[in-house]
């Protein structure tokens, strides 16, 4: 079992920046590929990059290449998600999410493809 807490959400103005963080406990971190997905009211759970366990490799989705990006530190098992030049239309409730692998790839863009997820924080961007 692997334990997710996600944190660093709030509440940032067009154009600004944000950190998010997410901790994990119970398991070997560096066993685990990381994925940070949203999801905004109404609309589907969304993938927005994923990482792997060495952080080798990265994938982003389209919509936040450039602007976002993922690290993880594994001798403080966490994960983090650093988002610039935010808009509007990346209010959303962002998770963390785990997937145990053996593989070194981040090539993990499905909400199916993850065994753990956390609470989810709240990032909203005002106009």
């Known amino acids: 079992q692997v334990q997710l807490v996600e944190s660093g959400g709030g509440l940032v103005q067009a154009g600004g920046s944000l950190s998010l963080s997410c901790a994990a406990s119970?398991?070997?971190?560096?066993?685990?590929?990381m994925g940070w997905f949203r999801q905004a009211p109404g609309k589907d759970r969304e993938f927005v990059g994923a990482?792997?366990?060495?952080?080798?490799?990265?994938n982003y989705a389209d919509s936040v290449k450039g602007r976002f990006s993922i690290s993880r530190d594994n001798a403080k098992n966490t994960v983090y998600l650093q988002m610039n030049s935010l808009s509007p239309e990346d209010t959303a409730v962002y998770y963390c999410a785990a997937r145990s692998t053996s593989f070194t790839s981040s090539y993990f863009l499905e909400k199916e493809d993850y065994d753990y997820w956390g609470q989810g924080t709240q990032v909203t961007v005002s106009s």
């Open positions: 990482i792997s366990r060495s952080g080798s490799s990265r």
């Open positions: 119970g398991r070997t971190f560096s066993n685990y590929a």
